[in-house]
Every structure is written in structure tokens, then in C-alpha cells.
């Protein structure tokens, strides 16, 4: 080996590799402790080249809701003024896509579903992603097609994977997106509705039960016409019938739920051991019944267990930040043990290098446990996700169901807090249904001047504590249901602190006296619900 140039380094790298930046043979890429990258090369001297930061455009709230309005006004007038409307297909479409789910054997525990793409242009590079919620999977779920000739059949085997909560939701989602000939890009869309039998099977009708929903309907429904994928022979060995069925869950068979028919009065009521595994049947049943005004009052039924979850959410995620820490100690400790273990064997003169070896097998021991814990823990939140997706479904429906809110407002609030799973490191679950609550609290749901001034949800902001999601998501629940609207009110323009020349002190503090308007109306909402056991404590 000969030394053909050296240069002074600022940092230690904990990792080196050789590369060719910009037709310069022979450099070197270093990676910091830190994330840096370093470029070191042979100039006209030696010379050391440091890639600049990347210049984040960060914008606040008030500026992406600037632009947002300003995109949103030129849509509209391009709507009126063009032919198409924006974004409406030309033509006709560059593929049709046709769906087929084939039948179940009694004992099945997978369904084969096949996906028929017919082009009607050319098109090249087509991917295809089959999309179904968590506990169930897709094999494979992607497919590639290099070029696509006049059709071809794709297919994907959907089953149920082992895990501790209910599936919610039975549809699967097909998207492909393409190339066409002039290259511009392309994209279609198609669902179909999976078979009850992949995740249930007919079970004997519990006695008791620990849940109850009732609903109501004027239209008589014969239980075998809801889940006709079930036979005759099935119904009878479990004692089910017309009036009264018992389900299971395929993977968790300790959840189970009960489904009966009050002909009489038509109503229905759905038992279960928990509250979880009702979304499921109350999802088919709000299907398969939407032209049949299903009714119900009970809209705060999964609203203990959707705040159970959102604690429980903030605590995994806490978690998790925390063991990184821990494992980014831990592996540093592990470097510096290493080198110094190198510096000690590079001596002339010999010692006992028996205390190293030992820090360094307690180290790698440590950081090995830590990165099982962090395996852990993630696998715990990818359950959380899963049961917040059931509980925030289930209460969309039965806030649906009650028929008295607003079809916008609902809208802003399924999309503010979303069943969405969210994994990622910068933002979860509890950031954005945080600023999606904290915007319609201060606008469409905005009971006085005061509150639209409410401070604005900071991008940058980690919740670390669920005190203030928890009251969101009750204040909102209330108004939405009662129908409180800002623009039905009397509101003054001038804020109460400004009516007599002054303006309150610390109203943009942390804590401003406005969230004392609102622990007021959880505390008053709480008296009045079910929910008081849970959050109480918080708003005290």
C-alpha cells in the first residue's frame, strides 16, 4: 500500500467507503457519530469538501393555510372555467381493472383474490399494490408487470395472521399505478369486499356478555341474509338462527360476539366480551343496511376504550424514544471500549486486557436486550395502531348512526382523526389527529371569537402526553353530536379580554385560561357519560 495523500479529519468516522463524486477517482466518504457526511479528495493540495445543509423551507400553520385556500380558489375557477374538470380523466381510461374474489371451502383459512388488468392504451411499468388492514395480510402484495399487453390476471392470497385484536374492516384496496407511451405518469384504483367466513365462523350465542349495542331500525332483516356465505349446516350445529347468531374470531377465538333480533320492536342488539370486536359486525351491518336508517344513541360506546388506546399509544411511543436513547449510549460506549481496546494491543508494552473484554461483552449484552425491547415495543404499537383504527371506525359509525351531526363536520373529524396507522419516528398518531382536533376546535366547531384564537398545534411538537388529545377528542365528539357550530352563534368580534381596552395576560401562554373552558365542559360532559372514570383524573 502506498500513501498518495492524507488529510486532517474533524470528527472520527464510524464508517468509510471509497467513491467517484462528480468524476473525482479516489475519494473518500466518512459518516459521523452525528449523521455527517464527509467528502475527502485530492485537489490541487489536499482538500476537504463538506456537503451544505439541506435548506428547509419550514412553514407555519397560518402559511400553509394561506396557500392551501389560494390552491383551493384556483381549482375552483379552473373547474368553472375549463371543459374537464381538474384532474378528470381525458378519454377514455388507460386500464380497466376487474376484481374477483373465488369461493371459500368450508375450512379455508385463506381467500384467493384475482385482479383482471385490461389496458385500453399503452401503457409500461405497471405496479400493483393489493392493500388490506391489519390483521390481515397479502401474499404477495405487489406485483410488477414490465409491459403490459392487452390483459393479464394477477392474484394474491389474503389470510388472517396470529394477533391479540379484532380485523374491523373486510375490504381490500387495488392500486396501480403506470407509465403510459409519452411517459407521464397514471394511476386507478379498485375495492371489493373480502368474505365474512376468512375472519369468523359461527360459534354457540353467548349468555353473557361484558358490551352491548343497541340499534334500531323500520326494516325487518333475517340474520342469514346479512352473512350468507355461511351454510345451513354450520347455523344448525351452533344453535344460531334467524333471530339470534353467535360469531368467532378466527385469530383470537376468546373474542366473540352475538348478534340478535328484537322482531317486535326491530331493533338489534350486538353482546360481545369486547367492545373491540363489534366494529367488525356493526361495519357489515352498516354495509349491508346503509338504505335502512340504522339508528343509535350510543355514540360514546367505544369512547373509553379509544381513550385507553390513545394512552396507551403516547406511552409506546414514549417508550421506544426512550430505549433509542438508551441504545445510542449503549453502542457508543461499545465504540469507545473498541478503540480503546485497539490503542491497548497497538503497545509495546503488555496488559491485561481482561477488564476490556469483559465491558465489552456486558456492553454488546446491553445493547442486545435493548434492541429486543425496542422490537418489542414497536410490535406492541403496531397492535395499538391496529386497535385504534378498530375504535376510531366504530366511533365514526355510531356517531354516523345517530343522525344528528353535521355530514361536513363529520367529515373533517374522520379526517382529522384518522384510522390510519402511523409509523414513524417524526410523526404518529397522537401529532396528527392532535392538529386536526386543535383546527376544527378552532374553526368549524368554535364556539366564540375567543377559541378561534386558540394557539395552533406546533409542527415541530412531539406528544408526550395525552391529557390534551383526550380532551379533543370528548370537546369534539359533544359539539359535533349537539350540532354547535360557529356560524349558528351571536359572536362578538372583539375578544372578552379586549371589551374594556385590555388584553388578558398570558393568553398565548402554555396553558392560556382557554383550556380551562375546556376542562369545564369535559368535566361537565363527564357527569353526563360514561367516560368520567377515565379522564377525570386528567382534567382535575
Given at each position: 500500500?502506498?500513501?498518495?495523500?492524507?488529510?486532517?479529519?474533524?470528527?472520527?468516522?464510524?464508517?468509510?467507503?471509497?467513491?467517484?463524486?462528480?468524476?473525482?477517482?479516489?475519494?473518500?466518504?466518512?459518516?459521523?457519530?452525528?449523521?455527517?457526511?464527509?467528502?475527502?479528495?485530492?485537489?490541487?493540495?489536499?482538500?476537504?469538501?463538506?456537503?451544505?445543509?439541506?435548506?428547509?423551507?419550514?412553514?407555519?400553520?397560518?402559511?400553509?393555510?394561506?396557500?392551501?385556500?389560494?390552491?383551493?380558489?384556483?381549482?375552483?375557477?379552473?373547474?368553472?372555467?375549463?371543459?374537464?374538470?381538474?384532474?378528470?380523466?381525458?378519454?377514455?381510461?388507460?386500464?380497466?381493472?376487474?376484481?374477483?374474489?373465488?369461493?371459500?371451502?368450508?375450512?379455508?383459512?385463506?381467500?384467493?383474490?384475482?385482479?383482471?388488468?385490461?389496458?385500453?392504451?399503452?401503457?409500461?411499468?405497471?405496479?400493483?399494490?393489493?392493500?388490506?388492514?391489519?390483521?390481515?395480510?397479502?401474499?404477495?402484495?405487489?406485483?410488477?408487470?414490465?409491459?403490459?399487453?392487452?390483459?393479464?390476471?394477477?392474484?394474491?392470497?389474503?389470510?388472517?395472521?396470529?394477533?391479540?385484536?379484532?380485523?374491523?374492516?373486510?375490504?381490500?384496496?387495488?392500486?396501480?399505478?403506470?407509465?403510459?407511451?409519452?411517459?407521464?405518469?397514471?394511476?386507478?384504483?379498485?375495492?371489493?369486499?373480502?368474505?365474512?367466513?376468512?375472519?369468523?365462523?359461527?360459534?354457540?350465542?353467548?349468555?353473557?356478555?361484558?358490551?352491548?349495542?343497541?340499534?334500531?331500525?323500520?326494516?325487518?332483516?333475517?340474520?342469514?341474509?346479512?352473512?350468507?356465505?355461511?351454510?345451513?349446516?354450520?347455523?344448525?350445529?351452533?344453535?344460531?338462527?334467524?333471530?339470534?347468531?353467535?360469531?368467532?374470531?378466527?385469530?383470537?377465538?376468546?373474542?366473540?360476539?352475538?348478534?340478535?333480533?328484537?322482531?317486535?320492536?326491530?331493533?338489534?342488539?350486538?353482546?360481545?366480551?369486547?367492545?373491540?370486536?363489534?366494529?367488525?359486525?356493526?361495519?357489515?351491518l352498516s354495509r349491508k343496511m346503509e338504505n335502512k336508517s340504522l339508528k343509535t344513541a350510543q355514540h360514546t360506546f367505544a369512547l373509553n376504550e379509544l381513550l385507553d388506546a390513545t394512552d396507551n399509544n403516547i406511552e409506546l411511543r414514549n417508550q421506544i424514544r426512550a430505549l433509542q436513547e438508551k441504545i445510542k449510549v449503549g453502542t457508543a460506549q461499545m465504540r469507545a471500549v473498541q478503540r480503546r481496546m485497539l490503542s491497548k494491543m497497538r503497545d509495546k508494552t503488555p496488559s491485561d486486557l481482561t477488564a476490556l473484554s469483559e465491558l465489552i461483552t456486558y456492553t454488546n449484552d446491553h445493547v442486545m436486550q435493548l434492541s429486543h425491547d425496542i422490537e418489542t415495543a414497536q410490535k406492541d404499537l403496531r397492535e395499538n395502531c391496529t386497535r385504534l383504527g378498530n375504535l376510531v371506525k366504530m366511533t365514526v359509525l355510531l356517531i354516523k348512526m345517530t343522525g344528528s351531526v353535521n355530514a361536513e363536520d363529520l367529515k373533517q373529524f374522520s379526517e382529522a382523526l384518522s384510522h390510519t396507522e402511523f409509523i414513524s419516528e417524526s410523526q404518529g398518531w397522537a401529532e396528527a389527529s392532535e392538529a386536526g382536533l386543535n383546527y376544527m376546535l378552532r374553526t368549524t366547531l368554535a364556539r366564540s371569537m375567543r377559541e378561534q384564537y386558540m394557539p395552533p398545534f406546533s409542527e415541530e411538537s412531539v406528544v408526550t402526553n395525552s391529557n390534551n388529545l383526550k380532551k379533543y377528542i370528548a370537546v369534539t365528539i359533544d359539539r359535533m353530536v349537539k350540532s354547535i357550530r360557529r356560524e349558528d352563534r351571536a359572536v362578538s368580534p372583539i375578544l372578552e379580554g379586549e371589551e374594556d381596552g385590555h388584553l388578558k395576560e398570558g393568553f398565548h401562554s402554555p396553558r392560556p385560561t382557554l383550556y380551562e373552558d375546556f376542562d369545564t365542559e369535559v368535566k361537565k360532559l363527564l357527569s353526563q357519560s360514561s367516560i368520567a372514570e377515565t379522564v377525570m383524573s386528567d382534567v382535575d
Open positions: 500500500t502506498t500513501l498518495r495523500w492524507s488529510a486532517q479529519l474533524p470528527n472520527t468516522p464510524v464508517a468509510i467507503d471509497r467513491g467517484n463524486f462528480m468524476g473525482l477517482a479516489g475519494c473518500l466518504i466518512l459518516l459521523t457519530e452525528e449523521g455527517d457526511v464527509t467528502l475527502c479528495y485530492m485537489g490541487t493540495e489536499p482538500t476537504m469538501f463538506v456537503p451544505p445543509p439541506l435548506q428547509e423551507s419550514a412553514l407555519s400553520s397560518s402559511e400553509v393555510e394561506t396557500k392551501l385556500h389560494t390552491l383551493q380558489h384556483q381549482i375552483a375557477t379552473y373547474s368553472q372555467s375549463a371543459k374537464n374538470s381538474l384532474g378528470a380523466p381525458v378519454g377514455r381510461p388507460d386500464l380497466k381493472i376487474s376484481l374477483k374474489v373465488w369461493p371459500m371451502l368450508e375450512g379455508d383459512s385463506t381467500c384467493k383474490l384475482e385482479v383482471v388488468i385490461q389496458a385500453m392504451t399503452m401503457i409500461h411499468s405497471l405496479h400493483v399494490n393489493v392493500c388490506v388492514t391489519h390483521p390481515l395480510v397479502a401474499v404477495p402484495n405487489t406485483h410488477f408487470v414490465q409491459n403490459l399487453g392487452e390483459s393479464i390476471d394477477l392474484y394474491s392470497a389474503v389470510s388472517l395472521v396470529a394477533s391479540y385484536t379484532a380485523p374491523w374492516e373486510l375490504e381490500a384496496n387495488i392500486l396501480a399505478v403506470y407509465l403510459r407511451s409519452d411517459m407521464t405518469s397514471g394511476s386507478a384504483e379498485a375495492s371489493i369486499v373480502l368474505p365474512s367466513p376468512l375472519v369468523l365462523e359461527l360459534a354457540p350465542p353467548a349468555k353473557e356478555s361484558e358490551a352491548s349495542l343497541y340499534l334500531s331500525t323500520p326494516h325487518p332483516v333475517i340474520l342469514p341474509t346479512i352473512f350468507p356465505e355461511f351454510g345451513a349446516d354450520s347455523w344448525n350445529e351452533t344453535g344460531s338462527n334467524e333471530n339470534v347468531a353467535g360469531f368467532k374470531y378466527k385469530n383470537f377465538p376468546d373474542l366473540t360476539f352475538t348478534l340478535s333480533v328484537n322482531k317486535g320492536q326491530q331493533k338489534y342488539r350486538i353482546d360481545s366480551n369486547s367492545v373491540s370486536a363489534i366494529t367488525l359486525p356493526l361495519n357489515i
